[in-house]
């Protein structure tokens, strides 16, 4: 998820604590894990696209988290100044004892600039989580996801959840980019996932925004029990596609929305 000084805006409650699930396919998670900060131990940094970089921790005592949820990042300067930043967990709850983030370089940001420029192997960071249960996907139900940009990071935890799992459950996921360059976990995708560019794409695939041709298809095929809809993006971003969605019949009750900026 891209830097921002607040919690992420959701369509409800900012805030609902995780519960114990026995549905297959969910993940329990305690509610006291939420409550204190954990250590974190940078281990692994990953370039995905020329902006955007996946960063690995290990976090011994993480009890787990839902797809799509998030946790808050605070980093302590020698001169104690903290700073303090929301992000979406890239990771599939089943990578016990480790947590993945994947960071834009924001221009101007500090956090997201630290990281990108000197955060090394070995460095120390704390966090507290997991956040929210508006955004979550259990996985006991079909999934319509739809991101650009960093917004695809909590429905890659999704789609990686969907496949450590072996769910059967039926998951789509379109996600927008400028171009393939930008195009975030590209080596991951599958016959899932239908990329939309707006920019430049490969000879053959057309050019432009995420439109109700992309949309509408999907939202017919309507599996037992209906989609849940999930969108991630900018502000923007994410009114476009939900429009798109109501109007291809997809019930607004059942859409989620988490916006960035």
Same mark, same amino acid.
């Given at each position: 998820?891209?830097?921002?000084?607040?919690? !992420?805006?959701?369509?409800? =409650? *900012?805030?609902?604590?995780?519960?114990?699930?026995?549905?297959?396919?969910? +993940?329990?998670?305690?509610?006291?894990?939420?409550?204190?900060?954990?250590?974190?131990?940078?281990?692994?940094?990953?370039?995905?696209?020329?902006?955007?970089?996946?960063?690995?921790?290990?976090?011994?005592?993480?009890?787990?988290?839902?797809?799509?949820?998030?946790?808050?990042?605070? #980093?302590?300067?020698?001169?104690?100044?903290?700073?303090?930043?929301?992000?979406?967990?890239?990771?599939?709850?089943?990578?016990?004892?480790?947590?993945? #983030?994947?960071?834009?370089?924001?221009?101007?940001?500090?956090?997201?600039?630290?990281?990108?420029?000197?955060?090394? =192997?070995?460095?120390? +960071?704390?966090?507290?989580?997991?956040?929210? &249960?508006?955004?979550?996907?259990? &996985?006991?139900? =079909?999934? #319509?996801?739809?991101?650009?940009?960093?917004? /695809?990071?909590?429905?890659?935890?999704?789609?990686?959840?969907?496949?450590?799992? &072996?769910?059967?459950? !039926? %998951?789509?996921? %379109?996600?927008?980019?400028?171009?393939?360059?930008?195009?975030?976990? *590209?080596?991951?995708?599958?016959?899932?996932?239908?990329?939309?560019?707006?920019?430049?794409?490969?000879?053959?695939?057309?050019?432009?925004?995420?439109? $109700? *041709?992309?949309?509408? =298809? #999907?939202? $017919?095929?309507?599996?037992? &029990?209906?989609?849940? *809809?999930? /969108?991630?993006?900018?502000?923007?971003?994410?009114?476009?596609?939900?429009?798109? %969605?109501?109007?291809?019949?997809? !019930?607004?009750?059942?859409?989620?929305?988490?916006?960035?900026?």
């Amino acid at each position: 998820m891209t830097e921002t000084f607040a919690s !992420p805006a959701h369509s409800s =409650p *900012a805030f609902a604590p995780p519960t114990r699930f026995a549905v297959p396919g969910r +993940i329990a998670v305690g509610n006291q894990t939420a409550a204190g900060w954990q250590t974190a131990t940078l281990t692994e940094v990953r370039r995905e696209t020329p902006r955007a970089t996946t960063f690995r921790f290990a976090v011994p005592a993480w009890a787990g988290h839902l797809p799509g949820q998030h946790l808050m990042l605070r #980093l302590t300067a020698e001169d104690g100044y903290v700073a303090q930043r929301h992000y979406s967990l890239a990771s599939a709850p089943d990578d016990s004892g480790h947590i993945e #983030l994947t960071l834009d370089h924001v221009d101007g940001g500090e956090v997201s600039g630290w990281f990108h420029t000197v955060a090394r =192997p070995g460095d120390r +960071i704390e966090v507290r989580g997991p956040l929210s &249960g508006f955004f979550a996907w259990p &996985g006991d139900r =079909p999934a #319509l996801l739809i991101g650009a940009g960093s917004g /695809v990071v909590p429905l890659m935890s999704m789609v990686r959840h969907h496949r450590a799992r &072996g769910l059967s459950v !039926p %998951l789509r996921l %379109l996600v927008s980019a400028r171009g393939p360059e930008d195009l975030i976990y *590209a080596d991951e995708y599958g016959a899932e996932t239908t990329p939309v560019f707006t920019r430049s794409a490969p000879e053959g695939v057309p050019v432009g925004r995420l439109t $109700a *041709a992309h949309v509408a =298809p #999907l939202v $017919a095929e309507e599996p037992p &029990g209906g989609w849940e *809809a999930y /969108v991630c993006g900018s502000n923007a971003f994410a009114e476009h596609a939900s429009r798109l %969605l109501v109007e291809a019949g997809q !019930p607004v009750e059942r859409i989620r929305i988490e916006r960035f900026g």
